[in-house]
């Protein structure tokens, strides 16, 4: 802890105080030892003998200047992050339906597991997020505008049916827009709440075929940044997925490179998944980043009760031996 941690520091320089009071009770028993050796107090001496060998004669007054030290930390109000849900916040859910996703090198299958962990996904994030899911394959559709109810965001997760093509840019192009139009409905830009997109695909764009065209994937990374919508992409699926197309075996390896660059382009974070478990992790890191935030806050209050009850502990243990306060 230092002095930056605390709102009001001035109030630490108190702590001298508790430190005279622990000097001055040191210097006042080893004065008491001194006088009764000079004067040939023997029953003084005696008492101060036995006082040393006692330590717990000496709890009281340590209690009372350990008490004063926490009360003074307390009147300094130091600061602490704490972990609060966030009350506020957007999620657009993307997610790929493109034909790639029927491979089982992910089990049952690509679509299947990302059907699993999405509804878990749905169902962690805190309650005052607002989430929307869009799905794509060679165009994109807008399936649950975001919205504090995850019902629908369930049934339509349950609902998802592969297609030909991939088209990544017209998704991103459409959750942003979703975006805008819920920032609107709540009074503009400086009324909304923070707004991200998590994307979850396996395959690389295939309309257009230049991620960099008008519509492209990074086209339109490029305009959520602008935006500042970022874009959290998962790359689902392994390097061995195959797909069999009217009898024809076609492989579908994951394309992780076109994933993170969308992600770095729009400020967001890349992940990647192999596996139903690797895949809840991301979502699980996901839930944390949207739906909690740390912050600044009082911690006093801790010291403030330990100060308290340590000086009641001085004072109780004062009167029950020396019928006096320390």
């Not at 807008?142 to 997760?157: C, F, I, N």
Request: aromatic share 6%.
């Amino acid at each position: 802890m230092s002095v930056t941690d605390f709102q009001h520091p001035w109030w630490l320089l108190l702590i001298v105080v508790p430190i005279a009071l622990a000097a001055g009770y040191v210097l006042a028993q080893r004065s008491k030892r001194r006088r009764s050796i000079r004067f040939g107090n023997m029953q003084a001496l005696r008492a101060s003998r036995t006082d040393r060998r006692n330590w717990l004669v000496h709890v009281p007054a340590v209690a009372l200047v350990l008490g004063l030290v926490a009360l003074v930390i307390a009147l300094g109000a130091p600061q602490a992050e704490q972990r609060e849900e966030r009350n506020r916040a957007t999620v657009m859910l993307v997610m790929d339906v493109s034909l790639s996703m029927e491979a089982t090198d992910v089990a049952p299958s690509r679509l299947q597991a990302a059907q699993i962990a999405a509804k878990d996904f749905a169902n962690n994030l805190t309650a005052g997020v607002n989430l929307g899911l869009v799905s794509f394959a060679g165009t994109s559709n807008l399936l649950v505008a975001p919205t504090t109810d995850r019902g629908p965001v369930e049934r339509a997760v349950d609902g998802l049916e592969l297609d030909q093509r991939t088209a990544t840019g017209e998704a991103i192009y459409s959750a942003t827009q979703a975006v805008e139009s819920f920032s609107a409905s709540l009074g503009g830009p400086d009324a909304a709440p923070p707004a991200r997109i998590v994307l979850l695909s396996d395959g690389k764009e295939t309309i257009p075929q230049d991620p960099n065209a008008e519509r492209g994937a990074f086209s339109a990374a490029r305009a959520a940044k602008e935006k500042e919508i970022p874009v959290s992409t998962i790359s689902f699926g392994t390097i061995d997925g195959y797909v069999e197309i009217e009898g024809t075996k076609q492989t579908v390896p994951v394309d992780d490179a076109s994933l993170e660059e969308i992600a770095n382009l729009s400020g967001g974070e890349a992940y990647t998944a192999s596996s139903l478990e690797e895949l809840d992790q991301v979502y699980s890191t996901l839930e944390e980043q949207i739906g909690y935030e740390y912050r600044l806050s009082d911690a006093s209050r801790p010291w403030l009760i330990v100060g308290s009850i340590l000086a009641f502990i001085s004072a109780g243990l004062s009167l029950s031996t020396s019928q006096r306060l320390p």
